[in-house]
């Protein structure tokens, strides 16, 4: 065996596998074709938890980063609210779920909340870490997911319903649904009625004092019950409701962005899935015939 061309050989055709494998060296769940799991009857109303979903992180990339993805800064600002509002679509497709709102700033009143940031996105490829926290303060899972397109899940999306990524959405909403499923009715109960007493106490703080009390890992658990018919906590139930429809209208707007984006997003993220490719095909062409010639001149 020539050792020097083999070497090299190795070499050459480790530089392909890190370019064909793209630039992205985080370690994240791959994501396979996936159902979402649907409520399979109807879940009772005192069971029906309500999901926040935080604007994501919108961190700023650098051009060298812009340049590798096919991407801008404008564009991944476009998308930390893209991205939340479609999970939220595919979380009510589920029907596991209570009310499910995009929010712009974190709050006490839901029952759930889940952050996420955007790790990788440039039409072929979609990355992201999501985490998942109840009212109590306890983390049901902090996970990074990746999904890759093909030209082919392109052929097949439907506005509001299922994106080229459907399979990472349907994942999440999964994870999310199996992780509920694992908590009694009672548990279910104490976050939805822990996340009412915190919206209690940031409002009437001497009111609610000492009704919840918080572990030095940061875990909330109840103290004490206000009464069933204790006018403090239904005043204050109603201005939650009013807060809620200050976010419902902020959605209806979200939703307007998000009808609006999605034909000129989609068919960018195509057109840049299909141009990744071809430089792949390039890049690939042109090292192997490097590698040849190496091969043939030792």
Not at 25 to 32: D, G, H, L, S, W
Request: hydrophobic letters at 35%; glycine letters at 6%.
């Amino acid at each position: 065996m020539n050792t020097k061309f083999s070497f090299h050989n190795l070499a050459s055709v480790a530089v392909i596998l890190v370019i064909l494998s793209g630039c992205a060296t985080y370690q994240a769940q791959k994501v396979v074709p996936t159902m979402i799991m649907r409520a399979q009857e109807e879940i009772p109303e005192d069971q029906l938890m309500d999901v926040g979903i935080l604007v994501f992180e919108s961190k700023e990339i650098t051009e060298e980063e812009a340049e590798d993805e096919g991407t801008n800064n404008e564009i991944r600002k476009a998308e930390s609210h893209f991205i939340p509002y479609h999970l939220k679509n595919t979380l009510r497709q589920s029907s596991q779920w209570g009310a499910v709102r995009v929010i712009p700033a974190e709050t006490d009143s839901v029952d759930l909340l889940v952050t996420g940031k955007i790790l990788e996105s440039n039409g072929e490829d979609l990355g992201l870490q999501i985490d998942v926290t109840d009212a109590a303060g306890e983390t049901w899972f902090s996970k990074k997911y990746k999904a890759e397109a093909s030209r082919r899940t392109y052929t097949d999306i439907r506005l509001g319903e299922k994106d080229a990524f459907q399979d990472l959405y349907n994942t999440i909403a999964n994870d999310m649904a199996k992780f509920k499923q694992e908590l009694s009715p009672d548990e279910i109960i104490k976050i939805r009625t822990t996340a009412k007493l915190k919206f209690a106490a940031e409002f009437a703080p001497d009111a609610f004092d000492g009704y919840l009390v918080k572990d030095k890992e940061g875990i909330i658990s109840i103290n004490r019950r206000p009464a069933d018919d204790d006018p403090m906590m239904e005043r204050l139930l109603k201005i939650r409701e009013r807060e809620y429809m200050y976010v419902d209208t902020l959605n209806e707007q979200y939703d307007q962005f998000y009808n609006t984006m999605w034909p000129s997003y989609e068919n960018w993220r195509s057109l840049n899935l299909t141009e990744r490719q071809a430089m792949k095909e390039i890049k690939k062409r042109a090292l192997t015939r490097q590698l040849i010639g190496a091969g043939g001149g030792v």
